[in-house]
C-alpha cells in the first residue's frame, strides 16, 4: 500500500514553461487535494476534487488547472509557470477511517519546483 | 469560521526533556482535531487525532495530546525528547461543514538541543 505518490520529486523550469504535476493514491478515497508550501505560508489549498469528475478552487487557484482523471489520479498543471510559482507542491487525499465519521487527510511526499 | 492557533513557531527543548506544543480551536461543537508532523523534505505524515472517542489521544513515536474543550485546546506533549523529534509540526482541524476540507495551523518548529 503506497499511499499518496506523486511525480517528479524536483523539477526547474523556465519562466513560461509548461508541465504537469502527477499524483496518484492507491486508498480509494474519494476526495483529492493539492496544496503548496512557502516558507512563512504554511499551506495553502490550490484545487480540490471532491469525487471523480469534479473539481472545485482553493485559495490560491490562479496561474493553475487540474484534472481529476480518475479516482487514482489528480494531476497538477502548470500553463506558463512564472517564479512566484517556484514552491513546494503537495498532494493529499481524504477518506473515513473506520469508526470515524469525518475524514482524515494523508499527504504524498511533495514535489520541490523551481522556476527560474 | 472554524481555526486553529498554534502558540510559538519555534519551540527548543533538550534531548530527554518533555515535549510541549500548543494548538487552540476555534469552533462551536467538538471539531475533528490532527497532529501532522513533517520532517525535512518530506511530506506531512499523521502524528495523531481526535475524533472524540477519547479525550487522551495516542500517537506514533511517544506523542499523545489531550482535547480539553474547556480550554478548546488540544496541545502536543511528548515525555522525553529525542533526537530525532526534529522537524515541524501542524496542528490541524476539520469545520462541521465540510467532512473533508482540513484548516492548517502555521506550524511550530521543534529543535533539539544536545
Known amino acids: 500500500n503506497a499511499g499518496v505518490t506523486q511525480t517528479p520529486k524536483f523539477q526547474v523550469l523556465k519562466t513560461g514553461q509548461s508541465m504537469t504535476l502527477q499524483c496518484a493514491q492507491d486508498m480509494n478515497h474519494n476526495s483529492m487535494y493539492w496544496y503548496r508550501q512557502d516558507p512563512g505560508m504554511g499551506l495553502r489549498l490550490i484545487y480540490y476534487s471532491a469525487s471523480e469528475g469534479t473539481t472545485d478552487k482553493g485559495e490560491v487557484p490562479n496561474g493553475y488547472n487540474v484534472s481529476r482523471l480518475n479516482k487514482r489520479e489528480f494531476s497538477l498543471r502548470l500553463e506558463s509557470a512564472a517564479p512566484s510559482q517556484t514552491s513546494v507542491y503537495f498532494c493529499?487525499?481524504?477518506?473515513?477511517?473506520?469508526?470515524?465519521?469525518?475524514?482524515?487527510?494523508?499527504f504524498g511526499p511533495g514535489t520541490r519546483l523551481l522556476v527560474l | 469560521a472554524q481555526s486553529v492557533t498554534q502558540l510559538g513557531s519555534h519551540v527548543s527543548v533538550s534531548e530527554g526533556a518533555l515535549v510541549l506544543l500548543r494548538c487552540n480551536y476555534s469552533s462551536s461543537v467538538p471539531p475533528y482535531l490532527f497532529w501532522y508532523v513533517q520532517y525535512p523534505n518530506q511530506g506531512l505524515q499523521l502524528l495523531l487525532k481526535?475524533?472524540?472517542?477519547?479525550?487522551l489521544v495516542k500517537g506514533i513515536n511517544g506523542f499523545e495530546a489531550e482535547f480539553k474543550k474547556s480550554e478548546t485546546s488540544f496541545h502536543l506533549t511528548k515525555p522525553s525528547a529525542h533526537m530525532s523529534d526534529a522537524a515541524e509540526y501542524f496542528c490541524a482541524v476539520t469545520p462541521w461543514s465540510s467532512a473533508s476540507k482540513i484548516i492548517f495551523g502555521s506550524g511550530t518548529r521543534l529543535s533539539i538541543r544536545p
Open positions: 481526535y475524533t472524540s472517542a477519547a479525550t
Open positions: 493529499a487525499s481524504s477518506g473515513r477511517d473506520r469508526g470515524d465519521y469525518q475524514e482524515t487527510q494523508y
